[in-house]
């Protein structure tokens, strides 16, 4: 599993054109594939984006589409694209690492105990 964190300031134009200083969306996601399985918004307008990340997990949407949709601009949605942006990045720089850590996720054995 991979944890990405976007901290909206720096990362979207629209926090800095609205002053904001505050705020971050982390996401957990299943390494390789870009399944989403969690997330979490802490800022302001947090209920406009997180019906999004709501339907991309009910529709098995993966990071992958994700990083490939256009946004408007600037809005506080554009933190979305950078989390696609930052799991596509670290995924294709570390692929041959990320493919291994992926399949010793989906075929570790439970542990006897």
Avoid: C
Avoid at 84 to 98: A, Q, S, V, W
Wanted: glycine content about 6%.
């Amino acid at each position: 599993i991979k944890r990405i964190r976007v901290d909206l300031k720096g990362n979207t134009d629209r926090a800095y054109t609205d002053g904001i200083e505050e705020g971050f969306i982390i996401v957990d996601a299943v390494r390789l594939t870009g399944r989403i399985l969690h997330a979490t918004i802490v800022a302001p307008h947090a209920s406009e984006m997180i019906s999004f990340f709501t339907l991309a997990m009910s529709q098995k949407i993966s990071l992958y589409k994700i990083y490939r949709l256009v946004y408007p601009y600037p809005t506080f949605s554009s933190g979305i694209l950078k989390v696609g942006d930052f799991f596509m990045r670290e995924t294709l720089t570390n692929l041959p690492k990320e493919i291994g850590a992926y399949l010793r996720y989906r075929f570790a054995r439970p542990t006897k105990k």
